[in-house]
Nanobody, 129 residues
Framework: QLQLVESGGGLVQPGGSLRLSCVAS????????IGWYRQAPGKERERVSC????????YYAHSVKGRGTMSRDNAKNTVYLQMNSLKPEDTAVYYC??????????????????????WGQGTQVTVSS
């Protein structure tokens, strides 16, 4: 059974940093693209970043470009999202999602289309002073 579990969220002051983790089980992470999404209260879910099996396939949404870094450790079946210079508007529940990578589909397209079949339960990030 595919499972994704996020952690690392919390309360952080504006300008601070957090590293979110997404641990995968039930499948081989190396075969999968992983996406990070977020949803703020009263707003639609939005994409944050997505990555294929190689870091040069990483896509970042405009809202986090330059402040977010996604990485993966396939040996640990874990994907990370490092967020720096956090702003109050980054407050949201952050979700990771996974889908088997398809060489015919770019990671960016997967990200934009939210083409992921497995989702975690989310971790809350609150940016406030």
């Amino acid at each position: 059974q595919l499972q994704l579990v996020e952690s690392g969220g919390g309360l952080v002051q504006p300008g601070g940093s957090l590293r979110l983790s997404c641990v995968a089980s039930g499948f081989t992470l190396a075969d999968y693209a992983i996406g990070w999404y977020r949803q703020a209260p009263g707003k639609e879910r939005e994409r944050v970043s997505c990555m294929g099996n190689t870091e040069d396939s990483t896509y970042y949404a405009h809202s986090v470009k330059g402040r977010g870094t996604m990485s993966r450790d396939n040996a640990k079946n874990t994907v990370y999202l490092q967020m720096n210079s956090l702003k109050p508007e980054d407050t949201a529940v952050y979700y990771c999602a996974g889908e088997r990578e398809d060489p015919a589909v770019t990671v960016q397209a997967m990200c934009v289309l939210e083409a992921f079949g497995s989702w975690g339960q989310g971790t809350q990030v609150t940016v406030s002073s």
